[in-house]
């Protein structure tokens, strides 16, 4: 099969090389002996790829290896038990390895395609939207009628934000840089959009009548005090990444005197040994795929020999919602 494997850890330009490899077995390093083996018709593309190809990323497999967590295609073959068959459209976190023609994930992180969406966006359903789910709903204690305000609103995990928290009955608020992010986010489902070289924490202190109840942070960086400002009495600030390059310190006093709370959302550690909460959240997922609330935006595909051009794209800040590879399948 066709593969993209990370050769060296020089970056996105030059350390993706195409080649040829065996195809996997029905077994993945997490679950031996037990694997879904996928035709994959998508592979999604995220910031952990960008990392990897200069070393940065806090899974560090040994040189070279194929990247790629998750993808969407038809299953080809399953171990005994694992609950597909040959033929099943699917969506499916393989962790690494989703960058080739025929992939393998274990069976708990192997979800049927909800019918409303197609490959490209299933490439994009686990990693963002799980991550989305698992931030608002369960670390951020996020409820129906509550407004959140999301950074980076315009990117893979903001859109699936955006999303999610609509279906979980909630008012958003998006925080984006450019007019282009600007359409993404209202395309995402944005009750209002504010500019991050604004005055955003004063707008959105104003369209929340005094304050958030809820911020989710994918960026980080300098915006985080005022993010603790922008929100009400009891309100979460959910710390999810930090794609502004740095880590913010947090004063805790700004804590007390408001009675708000930072919390942290690493959804891959704790979903990791929790088969169950993953499964639930699928469910949930699925549900809100049907009821219209989520469709993952698919902004750039890309065909596999071209993975450089949209890890560069990611690397530049140039992304909006979620890239992929297409591949035949
Ligand atoms: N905690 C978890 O479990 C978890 C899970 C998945 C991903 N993540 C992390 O979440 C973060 C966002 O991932 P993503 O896939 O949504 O990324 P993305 O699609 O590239 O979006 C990130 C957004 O960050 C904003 N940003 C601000 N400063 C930036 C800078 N200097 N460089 C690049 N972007 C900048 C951009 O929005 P504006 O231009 O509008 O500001 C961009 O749209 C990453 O750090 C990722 O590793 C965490």
Redesign the pocket.
């Known amino acids: 099969m066709r593969a993209v494997q990370i050769t060296d850890l020089s970056g996105p330009d030059s350390a993706l090389e195409l080649v040829e490899l065996e195809e996997p077995d029905a077994s993945h390093p997490m679950t031996p002996g037990e694997g879904v083996v996928v035709d994959v018709h998508a592979a999604g593309v995220?910031?952990?790829e960008v990392?990897q190809t200069r070393g940065q990323y806090q899974v560090k497999p040994p040189l070279p290896f194929v990247p790629g967590s998750e993808v969407a295609g038809i299953v080809r073959s399953a171990s005994p038990g694992a609950g597909f068959a040959a033929g099943d459209r699917v969506a499916a976190f393989c962790m690494l390895g989703g960058f080739a023609e025929v992939a393998v994930a274990p069976p708990w992180m192997t979800f049927a395609l909800p019918g409303t969406l197609d490959f490209a966006q299933g490439a994009g359903l686990i990693?963002?939207y799980h991550?989305a789910y698992?931030?608002l709903k369960l670390r951020g204690r996020l409820r129906e009628g509550e407004t959140v305000l999301v950074?980076?609103?315009?990117?893979?995990?903001?859109?699936?934000a955006l999303q999610v928290a609509k279906g979980l009955g909630a008012r958003t608020i998006a925080?984006?840089?450019?007019d282009d992010?600007e359409r993404v986010a209202r395309d995402g489902g944005a009750d209002e959009v504010v500019r991050?070289e604004g005055p955003w924490k004063d707008a959105a202190k104003e369209l929340s009548d005094g304050g958030v109840d809820v911020v989710l942070d994918?960026?980080?960086?300098d915006r985080f005090t005022d993010s603790l400002r922008s929100l009400r009495e009891n309100g979460r600030l959910v710390?999810?990444?930090?794609?502004?390059?740095s880590i913010p310190d947090v004063k805790v006093n700004r804590l007390l005197l408001n009675n708000v709370e930072v919390v942290?959302?690493?959804?891959?550690?704790?979903a990791m040994s929790r088969p169950e909460l993953v499964r639930e959240t699928a469910a949930e997922l699925h549900r809100l795929a049907d009821e219209g609330f989520v469709a993952p935006i698919v902004s750039e595909r890309f065909p596999l020999e071209r993975a450089a051009e949209a890890l560069k794209l990611?690397?530049?800040?140039r992304?909006?919602?979620?890239?992929v590879l297409e591949l035949a399948g």
């Not at 710390?239 to 390059?245: C, D, W, Y």
């Not at 990611?314 to 800040?317: G, H, K, P, S």
């Open positions: 995220a910031f952990p990392l990693l963002n991550t698992f931030s950074h980076g609103a315009a990117g893979g995990v903001g859109t699936a925080v984006v840089s450019s992010k991050s994918p960026v980080g960086g710390v999810v990444g930090f794609t502004a390059g942290g959302a690493g959804w891959g550690a704790y990611i690397d530049e800040r992304a909006t919602g979620k890239v």
